[in-house]
């Protein structure tokens, strides 16, 4: 049975691991500006709740897909 994600997203739109979970989808799907802006969430979401990914290797893969 598929869920849609937006479902998830839109019951807790500031839940790290959701926007996480969110990016990394996007990401797979080719979707790279739109996985960079998920995982920019995710990250700063992060600063305020636990999360169950790691930190540093999301923002090694934004640096990746978003260089400076």
Known sequence: KSVDA???FASDPGNPDILHN???SL???GQPRLAATMYR???EAA???AT???VAA??????EIEPR
Do not use: I, N, P
């Open 6 to 8: 937006g479902v998830f």
């Open 22 to 24: 969110l990016a990394v």
């Open 27 to 29: 990401d797979r799907l």
């Open 41 to 43: 969430r995710a990250l």
């Open 47 to 49: 600063r305020s709740q």
């Open 52 to 54: 169950q990914f790691d």
């Open 58 to 63: 999301v923002q090694r893969r934004l640096d």
